[in-house]
């Protein structure tokens, strides 16, 4: 063997071993560091404070599975209701997710003004994972949207430059009213305390429409992929924040995304079974 | 280093492999052979499946996670271990209790007073009074549409969202135009506020009910574009759905546009 030869096999080999380097340094650092480190805390900072929700927790200790299962759900039920009437201090538009009975609402102020069946939804084993009396605790609490994205902007805008004279005004091609009833409709909402709920429309894309999901999941992706980037450049492991994803009507999704106000409130019940 | 020589080589007489004339050059001649394909394979096909690795790494993260967190065990917290121990089924009797007592709190939010819900994305209203629905049907609201008339003067036709309230009602009322109506037309402006020039007289319908900031519940010329947005912010209603609305609807009553 020449020396070029043998030298091509060491570069050969220290290659391998630092992508196999890498490979161990992302896995641990995106996966199994965050997943290690995920844990729902109580939002509850103030421990005397007496208005805080407390589940009775004697129910851990409870041998029978069937009364521990109703008092999951009584408790889960409580922490919503508690959540909505937290809710109700506000006056702007809110959103109610219950996967319990699988309804999406938009609520003002306890009032239901819209809702919508989830036709399916798919949740974290995150929560299977904690232990459910936390879970409420934590759930007691609505949510504030912190970030959105979406594949149809959240205000439609209609550009028109205003006729010099009435002449320009008459010949200007009369607007067609927006209709965006083809485009997809697939949204994200970021929420504070780490949760994403991620809205889909339950209908498959129109081929016509098949760029912009593509172009949104693309979106998407990039969004995390830059985040993961930058967090294993600075050395810190990233962060594993619990997804729920549901399903709900195309037309239906275009209404909840465009009606919930910048930083909405969102309460959500999770299924207890 | 012997490769790329090899490589040089190949990409030197890569013009004659292509261009043979007659069989003069053959391929065998020209062609490099495997000693150069093979590296050239694999200096290409490395990166691609790298990168492609690096990708579907990045794609299937969060799958990743999600099965990691199938393993772990569950999370409990003793710190929180309730000192007293009552019995289950006394325990089951105060959760019931509590969540009746809380269902009755939420259910005093139900508003029994006449109140309006309009949709803005399917220009649809439904009137509700003592809690159950009177009367559905479509109306227009705003088109979206952004006025620009140059510098800071730009308008946009958006209807306002959230929970209003009925300031005023009027019978049979006068549009005051305001500025954005005469431009909009390629119309100079009135200088006054007040000018005869801005009063416009029946196109309103029949009613009108302020819910504030300039906006109005009124009736409309143009009943075949109801369902459509096509306002400039207002809400746009069928003659009999603006009398019934009228009639239903007092001052303070609540109108909730989403």
Redesign the interface.
């Known amino acids: 063997m020449?020396e070029?030869?043998k030298d091509l096999v060491w570069i050969k080999r220290i290659a391998f071993v630092i992508?196999l380097g890498l490979l161990a340094y992302?896995i641990t650092m995106?996966?199994?560091i965050?997943?290690?480190r995920?844990?729902?805390e109580s939002p509850v900072t103030n421990a005397s404070d007496k208005n805080i929700f407390r589940p009775?927790?004697?129910?851990?200790?409870?041998v029978?599975d069937s009364?521990k299962q109703?008092?999951i759900d009584?408790?889960f039920?409580?922490s919503f209701?508690?959540s909505?009437?937290e809710m109700?201090k506000s006056?702007?538009?809110s959103l109610t997710v219950n996967l319990q009975d699988s309804v999406v609402a938009?609520v003002?102020?306890?009032?239901t003004?819209?809702s919508t069946k989830a036709k399916t939804f798919k949740i974290?084993?995150?929560f299977?994972?904690?232990?459910p009396?936390?879970l409420a605790q934590w759930l007691a609490i609505p949510f504030v949207v912190d970030t959105h994205y979406a594949s149809i902007p959240k205000?439609?805008?209609?550009?028109?430059?205003?006729?010099?004279?009435?002449?320009?005004?008459?010949s200007q091609v009369e607007?067609d009213?927006?209709n965006d009833e083809i485009d997809p409709v697939y949204f994200r909402l970021e929420l504070d305390r780490k949760l994403i709920l991620n809205f889909n429309q339950e209908e498959a894309p129109e081929k016509e429409s098949m760029r912009q999901v593509k172009t949104y999941q693309r979106r998407m992706?990039k969004i995390?992929?830059h985040d993961?980037i930058d967090h294993l450049s600075r050395f810190s492991p990233t962060e594993?924040i619990p997804?729920i994803h549901i399903s709900i009507d195309k037309?239906a999704a275009?209404?909840i995304y465009?009606?919930i106000?910048e930083r909405a409130f969102v309460a959500v019940q999770l299924p207890t079974e | 280093?012997?490769y790329i020589s090899n490589l040089k080589l190949w990409l030197l007489n890569l013009p004659g492999f292509f261009k043979r004339k007659g069989g003069q050059e053959s391929a065998e001649r020209t062609f490099p052979g495997k000693a150069v394909l093979l590296p050239v394979l694999v200096y290409v096909s490395v990166p691609v499946i790298?990168y492609l690795l690096w990708v579907s790494?990045?794609?299937a993260?969060?799958f990743?996670?999600?099965a990691?967190?199938?393993f772990?065990?569950?999370?409990?917290?003793p710190e929180?271990?309730?000192q007293?121990?009552?019995g289950?089924?006394e325990?089951?009797f105060?959760?019931?209790n509590?969540?009746k007592k809380?269902?009755k709190?939420?259910a005093?939010?139900?508003?029994r007073q006449p109140?309006l819900?309009v949709?803005?994305?399917?220009n649809t209203f439904n009137l509700f009074n003592n809690g159950k629905l009177v009367r559905e049907g479509l109306c227009s609201t705003g088109?979206?549409?952004?006025?620009?008339?140059?510098g800071e003067?730009k308008w946009?036709f958006?209807t306002p969202?959230?929970?209003m309230r009925i300031q005023g009602k009027t019978e049979s009322p006068v549009w005051r135009k305001p500025d954005w109506a005469f431009?909009?037309?390629?119309?100079p402006v009135p200088k006054h506020h007040n000018s005869f020039e801005r009063y416009e007289y029946g196109v309103l319908g029949d009613y009108a009910l302020s819910i504030g900031n300039g906006y109005l519940i009124h009736g409309t010329l143009y009943q075949r574009?109801l369902g459509?947005?096509?306002t400039h912010g207002c809400v746009r209603l069928g003659d009999a759905d603006l009398e019934k609305v009228f009639q239903t609807l007092k001052v303070g009553s609540k109108v909730?546009i989403?």
């Open positions: 020449t070029t030869r992508a992302f995106t996966i199994v965050p997943v290690y995920f844990k729902i009775d927790l004697t129910w851990q200790i409870t029978n009364i109703r008092a009584l408790v039920s409580e209701l508690l909505k009437i109700t006056d702007s538009i938009l003002v102020q306890g009032l003004i819209y974290s084993h995150a299977a994972k904690t232990d009396f936390i205000v439609p805008v209609l550009y028109k430059k205003a006729p010099k004279d009435t002449i320009e005004a008459m607007m009213p927006l992706r995390e992929r993961i594993f997804e037309k275009r209404v465009r009606a106000p | 280093m012997e790298f790494m990045f794609t993260l969060p990743m996670q999600e990691v967190v199938k772990k065990p569950t999370l409990t917290y929180f271990a309730s007293s121990n009552p289950p089924s325990l089951l105060l959760q019931e509590r969540v809380l269902d709190i939420y005093r939010f139900s508003n109140y819900i949709n803005t994305s399917d088109s979206f549409v952004l006025l620009d008339a140059g003067q946009m958006e969202k959230g929970m431009i909009e037309e390629g119309l574009l459509m947005p096509v909730y989403f």
